[in-house]
């Protein structure tokens, strides 16, 4: 059977595609430029008359015609051009082979109903017609023969060459249009004689071997006019270079995956470097542990054959596809969209062209070398990375567990002693950078372990310097003066861009520092001055709108901040900054703080000081720490972020670390002395203090609680007095004696005003409409049940009230204990009402913090080393909900094996039922169990505490500061334990469920007559009136007992 083969090729493609997409530019000179290489892609019919052809530089092309129209490319258009015009090929018969974005072949061997010749002369119409370009068809029995034909008297060409004529066609035609024979292989023909394609075909293929080697059969076949290569269906889009790789163990380590990533690259194009092409479009496709998949791709502006110019786009592609915070399987490179590789030739002009001249230059002789010698003849850095560590970094799984872990005691502290600077033996090192856990998953160490710390290296002073907050300053304080040691309280904060220490100095200072710290919202009732909250003017628009967007308390914390925050609130704080931007704000309070390397810069003389960051104990503690990181930024393990530090030691150094340190520094150890000798302040354990409490009618507080006492004794007694729970009566005298007792005590200890408060309170309660129960020891008071806070009779019941009220435990600073339910629904009314009642300045909600559990400890771990969320819960849904019972034994640590008889931690949880299957003696649960172990009990964010409300007289940023919660309540950056020590008052106002219910069965039965009284418990029936008639009853109801 015949053969009828279409070869069609469109003329000038890139430049009659704008052409025919705008209509301005037809007959015109157009050409398509490289925006990045300046030279010419592409040239229309009429740009050619003046000389232009490709590769031509654009600036001789404007020479030629300055008339010359020259377009950016745009690849979109051309591809969609090309699908256009091969669609219509695709009418007419499937067997259609694309070879390139602007030509292919057809095979109309087995139309029979119209002539293959017919066929395309239609199909080159039709495009002329709808797409309004011109193509080349060269109609023959052969791929060979319809090329040839095609581009032998381009443009608009329509050549046929019928079966049986192909030697007559091929012979008298020059060398150089036989496929693959190229510029140096044409000279080399013509050199021997052979200028056409006859010569060729007369030669015998053994002589031709000398001339073009392995090829000479082949092309003395093709010069015989024979061909015989079939048609093979694909398009364009399909052509592709693949390459994937799988991971031995599954990987977290985003170095080594980058750097299989750009090994790929490098044999890929090498490939398509080969065959003399360029690509735009790159894909990476990840796999995950769990074989869940997910890819991104990206097309580059203009084709490309060097992997250099793609590494960067393979860093991010591999960002952009690894949405998961999950282990990789395998990974994958694709390269799609493949053109001519003319794009890779470059403008020799410019520095930037030459430079792209030389990478290519130096990538073919590299793609030569290797294919010679073996790939490690030559390597680039990432060749380097994969030889040095073949496989992934894994994570220390041998947490040292002499280490500090939470849950278990601490170095014992010294005993107390007065704080002592100048008299010390110990060496004169004061770190003056620590961070505590309250820095929020990005430091290990709690406020005791800083001072265990500073013990150990017999440290005089030491600073806690937290991110943004004051969580732990209490802690922190309260351990230091068990140790003897000088607490330095201090913030970090990050101010236009650049680190700010402050440190406290004076009592002035610390309330200054609360009120920065404050997340105060506009009050534009306060009078102006330093002390009021910001206006809407002073407060920053970025703070606000993180607020009212929900951001959580620990990013807010971290958040930059301006000047103006600062201005007027310095007075009292020490200052270190690296720069001097902010030392107008701290007249003969600033110092300059060292570089990261502690080495001054040329010509700077100027004193530093010099304060390390530290963010954990011990170096073995650096995984500890990349894991908290890790878990803040929702990173993998071993993935970069910008707010990851990974490379940096970060531990509490010994004085001769510090002293290696700071050897160009000869005035930092007087500095750090001269810093601590100046933040003398020290946070004071408070005595309770109460809102200001005016009584309506002018008394004072004591004589106003004496009144309303007295008038409750009479409403609740009477003069009948009451009996007790044996039934022996207490008369009028007795009862007054003792609410005379208890009032005593108060008043010994200054209480009047909480018991005001709290009485206030309920009084708005009852005007509302909220009822409320009140629990705990109050309800042992007499003076609360005058007073109404609570409705059991301490005397029927038989109730101690010195359980409630002494004065010993009154006389150190341990509040009575009231606390009052409401229903659940209406208890955020209370709280509010109390916080508008007292005003942002002296009332707040009570701060907490969440803390790390054992099962979510271990999922987190889990997480940052790769296990899929799945995975994570159907696993640790089985641990224990603490493992503080369960102790890391020396075994875990690097090194021989200990003698110690005690398993391992994992192998101790496998000794309970539900953890018997468990794989936790394997990789990476092994790891995770024992971090997870040293992570619980961290705290993880702040929060709000669920029922605690404090109000005190002085102004609460004076004591605190505050932090909005997610209701928009200020909360004190203090918890319970923390607030009673400043002396903050706290009220528990809790939420009740129960009483909502009764409340609501009430009124129910209410609507249906009956009234409910459950102070006598009694019910009272009422005339029914049904809303619509309705045949009465003939039965009445029986009554309710």
């Known amino acids: 059977m015949e053969r009828w083969i279409v070869h069609l090729d469109a003329d000038a493609f890139f430049a009659s595609v704008e052409q025919a997409a705008d209509a301005r530019l037809r007959g015109r000179p157009v050409a398509v430029g490289g925006q ?19 590769p031509m530089p654009t600036t001789l092309a404007r020479r030629l015609c300055p008339s010359l129209i020259v377009l950016p490319p745009d690849f979109e258009k051309y591809e969609r051009f090309s699908r256009w015009m091969f669609s219509y090929a695709y009418d007419f018969t499937p067997e259609v082979e694309q070879t390139s974005i602007d030509e292919g072949y057809l095979d109309l061997t087995a139309q029979r109903r119209c002539p293959a010749v017919e066929i395309a002369d239609r199909l080159r119409r039709i495009i002329r017609d709808t797409l309004k370009l011109t193509v080349s068809e060269g109609i023959g029995s052969s791929k060979l023969v319809s090329q040839i034909a095609a581009k032998l008297h381009k443009p608009a060409a329509f050549h046929t060459v019928p079966p049986g004529r192909e030697t007559l066609f ?14 140096g292989t044409a000279a080399r023909l013509r050199a021997a004689g052979l200028r056409l394609i006859r010569d060729v075909a007369l030669t015998p293929p053994d002589q031709l071997t000398c001339l073009v080697g392995a090829a000479a059969l082949e092309l003395h076949r093709f010069a015989r006019g024979c061909d015989d290569r079939p048609i093979i269906p694909h398009s364009l889009p399909q052509q592709s270079y693949q390459q994937q790789h799988t991971f031995e163990r599954d990987c977290t380590d985003e170095p080594h995956v980058r750097a299989i990533l750009r090994q790929m690259a490098d044999t890929l194009f090498a490939r398509v470097r080969s065959e003399n092409r360029s690509v735009r479009t790159l894909t990476v496709k990840v796999t995950y542990h769990d074989m869940e998949e997910d890819l991104a791709s990206e097309s580059l502006e203009e084709p490309t054959a060097l992997e250099t110019d793609v590494y960067g786009r393979l860093d991010s592609l591999l960002q952009r596809a690894w949405r998961r915070r999950v282990a990789l399987r395998r990974i994958s490179l694709k390269l799609t969209r493949i053109h001519d590789g003319i794009w890779s030739l470059p403008l020799p002009l410019t520095p930037d062209a030459e430079r792209q001249t030389a990478q290519a230059r130096l990538a073919r002789a590299m793609d030569a070398l290797r294919q010679q010698l073996g790939r490690q003849v030559l390597m680039r850095g990432h060749d380097l990375h994969l030889r040095i560590q073949p496989h992934p970094h894994e994570p220390a799984a041998r947490p040292d567990p002499a280490l500090p872990t939470r849950g278990h005691p601490t170095p014992a502290p010294a005993i107390p002693q007065p704080f002592l600077l100048l008299n010390r033996s110990a060496p004169p090192y004061i770190p003056l950078r620590v961070r505590s856990c309250y820095s929020f998953l990005d430091a290990t160490l709690a406020p005791k372990d800083i001072v265990a710390l500073a013990q150990q290296y017999d440290c005089p002073a030491v600073a806690m310097v937290d991110i943004g907050n004051l969580h732990g300053a209490v802690a922190f304080t309260e351990a230091a003066r068990e140790a003897g040691i ?27 520092l609360c009120r920065i710290l404050s997340e105060d919202l506009p009050d534009p009732t306060a009078p102006p001055g330093p002390d009021r909250p910001p206006t809407p003017d002073d407060t920053t628009e970025e703070l606000q709108q993180e607020i009212l967007a929900g951001t959580s308390v620990a990013s807010r914390q971290r958040r930059n901040r301006s000047r103006r925050e600062l201005e007027g609130r310095t007075e009292g704080l020490i200052a270190v900054a690296p720069d001097r931007r902010c030392a107008d704000l701290f007249p003969g309070r600033f110092y300059l703080a060292a570089a990261g390397s502690a080495h001054p810069a040329p010509g700077d003389s100027e004193p530093r000081v ?15 720490h990349l894991i908290l990181q890790s878990i803040r930024t929702r990173t993998l ?5 910008p707010e990851k530090h990974a490379a940096r030691r970060l531990h509490f150094r010994t004085p001769t670390e510090m002293d290696a340190l700071g050897r160009s520094l000869p005035h930092w150890r007087a500095l750090g002395r001269e810093i601590a000798e100046r933040c003398r302040f020290v946070l004071p354990r408070g005595r309770p203090q109460f809102p200001s409490y005016i009584p309506p009618d002018g008394s004072t507080p004591g004589a106003f609680l004496r009144q309303l006492v007295q008038t409750g004794l009479h409403e609740r007694y009477g003069r009948r007095g009451a009996r007790t729970p044996e039934g022996k009566r207490v008369t009028w005298p007795e009862l007054q004696a003792r609410v005379e007792e208890e009032l005593q005590v108060i008043a010994a200890v200054g209480y009047e005003e909480y018991f005001l408060v709290v009485w206030d309170l309920l009084q708005q309660c009852r005007a509302r409409g909220i009822e409320w129960i009140t629990r705990g020891s109050a309800a042992d008071s007499l003076v609360c049940y005058c007073l109404g806070i609570s409705n059991v009779c301490p005397i029927r019941f038989g109730l101690y009230f010195r359980r409630f009220l002494n004065l010993e435990r009154m006389q150190m600073h341990k509040l009575p204990d009231i606390d009052v339910d409401f229903p ?3 208890k955020d009314e209370v709280v509010t009402w109390l916080l508008t009642r007292y005003g942002p300045r002296h009332a707040a909600v009570v701060g907490g913090f969440s803390t790390f559990r054992a099962r979510a400890a271990v999922a987190e771990v889990a997480k940052v080393l790769g296990v899929a969320e799945e995975t994570v819960r159907r696993i640790t849904e089985r641990l224990p909900w603490t493992l503080s019972g369960f102790h890391p034994t020396t075994e875990d640590t690097p090194g021989p094996t200990s003698s110690n008889s005690t398993p391992p931690l994992e192998e101790q949880l496998r000794t309970l039922p539900e953890c018997r299957d468990l794989p936790l003696t394997e990789e990476p649960w092994r790891t995770a169990v024992r971090w997870g172990a040293r992570l619980e009990g961290l705290p993880r964010h702040p929060k709000m505490h669920p029922c605690g409300v404090v109000l005190s007289r002085q102004p609460m940023d004076e004591l605190t500061p505050t932090f909005r919660s997610a209701k928009g309540w200020p909360t004190t950056h203090f918890d319970m334990d923390a607030v009673e020590t400043v002396g903050l008052v706290k009220l528990d106002i809790l939420a009740q469920a129960g009483l909502s219910v009764m409340r609501d069965v009430r009124q129910s039965l209410a609507a249906r007559g009956l009234e409910v009284d459950l102070q006598r418990f009694t019910v009272r029936r009422r ?7 309705h045949p009465p009853s003939s039965t009445p109801p029986p009554p309710l007992s």
Do not use: K, M
């Open 36 to 54: 990045r290489r300046g030279i010419i892609a592409s040239a229309s019919y009429e740009a050619r008359r003046y000389g232009i052809h490709t």
């Open 170 to 183: 091929l012979h008298p035609l020059p060398v150089h249009w036989l496929p693959g024979v190229g510029p």
């Open 824 to 826: 659940h629904d209406r």
């Open 486 to 512: 000088q607490p330095v309280l201090g913030v970090e904060l990050t101010v236009e861009g650049a680190p700010l220490i402050l440190y406290v100095e004076s009592a002035r200072g610390y309330a200054n």
């Open 1023 to 1029: 005339p029914f009136q049904p809303t619509r008639p």
């Open 610 to 624: 010099l304060c390390p960051p530290v963010h954990y104990g011990t170096p073995e503690e650096q995984e500890l």
């Open 637 to 641: 393990l071993r993935q970069t972020h």
